[in-house]
């Protein structure tokens, strides 16, 4: 079974400000990676996902992430963020080949200061 | 447009009143899925299908049930819902090679009283 942890259930940042959401996963198997962002009271959007190849992956609205097999690690990063990133961000692991679904974490609030 | 629609998008019932929440997707996937939302708990799948007649249990079934008669459409029902049943929803579906990633429906918010 897969298992994804997200380390901050809250991050504050300022406005233009770089920021890092961290996920960590474990798996015995190889796994497909995703961020999905959830605006408030919106349902969840895909943002990146890693498959193979590059571990740099670049997404939509300027996030980028970056997969580090050895530190089983899938982060998510944004060079200046806008208070319009105000959102629920979730990092979601799936096997290569399986057959369930995604598993979550628990999510990542993330909170733009003026 | 592409898209899982999802019905209703809100409902507030009794304890013990059979319920069905609708969802369907026009993008011939073959995978659909079904997750609640909890405060602090992220998303948790309820229940899966990989095609036409096929389902399995996710992490969190007990409760639920659900039918893939067609492809597009994979209904959840609640035979008797109760109130640790109140959540928000997401259907989910994506094709079988799931590393395109899945197209999530905009949710389903359930109150039991």
């Known amino acids: 079974a897969q298992s994804v942890t997200q380390l901050d259930s809250q991050v504050p940042v300022f406005e233009e400000a770089p920021v890092e959401l961290r996920c960590n996963y474990s798996?015995?198997?190889?796994?497909?990676l995703f961020w999905y962002v959830q605006y408030p009271n919106q349902g969840l959007q895909l943002l990146l996902k890693?498959?193979?190849?590059?571990?740099l992956v670049k997404g939509i609205n300027g996030f980028e992430a970056e997969f580090n097999k050895s530190q089983t690690s899938f982060h998510l990063r944004k060079p200046s963020v806008h208070i319009s990133d105000t959102a629920e961000y979730f990092c979601?692991?799936?096997?290569?080949?399986?057959?369930?679904?995604?598993?979550f974490g628990k999510g990542t609030h993330l909170i733009i200061q003026p | 447009e592409a898209q899982v629609t999802q019905n209703p998008r809100y409902l507030i019932t009794v304890t013990g009143k059979k319920l069905t929440v609708t969802c369907s997707q026009n993008?011939?996937?073959?995978?659909m899925s079904w997750y609640r939302q909890d405060p602090g708990l992220g998303l948790r799948q309820i229940y899966y299908?990989?095609?036409?007649?096929?389902?399995d249990k996710g992490d969190v079934p007990e409760g639920y049930k659900v039918s893939r008669k067609e492809k597009r459409n994979f209904p959840l029902i609640l035979e008797s819902p109760s109130p640790n049943q109140t959540s928000l929803y997401f259907c989910?579906?994506?094709?079988?090679?799931?590393?395109?990633?899945?197209?999530f429906g905009s949710g389903t918010r359930l109150t039991v009283v």
């Open positions: 989910a579906s994506s094709f079988s090679g799931r590393g395109r990633g899945y197209t």
């Open positions: 798996s015995s198997v190889s796994v497909y």
């Open positions: 890693y498959l193979s190849g590059s571990t």
């Open positions: 979601a692991v799936t096997r290569r080949g399986g057959a369930d679904g995604l598993t």
């Open positions: 993008m011939n996937h073959e995978y």
């Open positions: 299908s990989m095609n036409v007649e096929v389902t």
